[in-house]
T-cell receptor, first 113, second 115 residues
Framework: GESVGLHLPTLSVQEGDNSIINCAYS??????FIWYKQESGKGPQFIID?????DKRQGQRVTVLLNKTVKHLSLQIAATQPGDSAVYFCAEAGGTSYGKLTFGQGTILTVHP | EAGVAQSPRYKIIEKRQSVAFWCNPI?????LYWYQQILGQGPKLLIQ????????DSQLPKDRFSAERLKGVDSTLKIQPAKLEDSAVYLC?????????????FGPGTRLTVL
């Protein structure tokens, strides 16, 4: 079935490094993508989103890249901080399922001071 | 602006018992979602409401799960009877169309343990 998945389940980096979290999706009809951050004991927190008519979008210390050719999404975090340690999920909304998000499994990011 | 509120935060029950979760979305948010998040996985949509109407409940196990949003504000999700595999975090989220296509704001969740 259609799914959104992640290449790496865990990522460990040093404080100050840049982090890259990857996501592959299989639904070619997906036209909207979101990255969420989830800290232990909390609900997912919106980080950044991107529509399929874009290939890059920047926020504060974060950049999302979308490659529709290979159905790949990535989240780049610049100057990673210990407070960035969390589980990161990508999610997609398909063109025929307005409002319905499909989440991937998640990547655990650990930032060492 | 207050966030999405959920209660209780934790619940432990035995299998075959009943349990109910409550959600109060962000004021003015017409769309409300219930998700189930099993440990180590991403959230899975159970049901979506638009005001007090159900938009999508295709993944809700209707033989044991039910949800309502009678006045289009608060919502309750019930499980009766619970099974061991229902152990998970139940997340509520809300959204208003004016905030972009799918900016869903999540509550802290209710962690359910079924023994």
């Amino acid at each position: 079935g259609e799914s959104v998945g992640l290449h790496l389940p865990t990522l460990s980096v040093q404080e100050g490094d840049n982090s890259i979290i990857n996501c592959a999706y299989s639904n070619s009809a997906s036209d909207y993508f979101i990255w969420y951050k989830q800290e232990s004991g909390k609900g997912p927190q919106f980080i950044i989103d991107i529509r399929s008519n874009m290939d890059k979008r920047q926020g504060q210390r974060v950049t999302v890249l979308l490659n529709k050719t290979v159905k790949h999404l990535s989240l780049q975090i610049a100057a990673t901080q210990p407070g960035d340690s969390a589980v990161y999920f990508c999610a997609e909304a398909g063109g025929t399922s307005y409002g319905k998000l499909t989440f991937g499994q998640g990547t655990i990011l650990t930032v060492h001071p | 602006e207050a966030g999405v509120a959920q209660s209780p935060r934790y619940k432990i029950i035995e299998k075959r018992q009943s349990v109910a979760f409550w959600c109060n979305p962000i004021s003015g948010h017409a769309t409300l979602y219930w998700y189930q998040q099993i440990l180590g996985q991403g959230p899975k949509l159970l049901i979506q409401f638009q005001n007090n109407g159900v938009v999508d409940d295709s993944q809700l196990p209707k033989d044991r799960f039910s949800a309502e949003r009678l006045k289009g504000v608060d919502s309750t999700l019930k499980i009766q009877p619970a099974k061991l595999e229902d152990s998970a975090v139940y997340l509520c989220a809300s959204r208003t169309p004016g905030q972009g296509r799918n900016t869903q704001y999540f509550g802290p969740g209710t962690r359910l343990t079924v023994l």
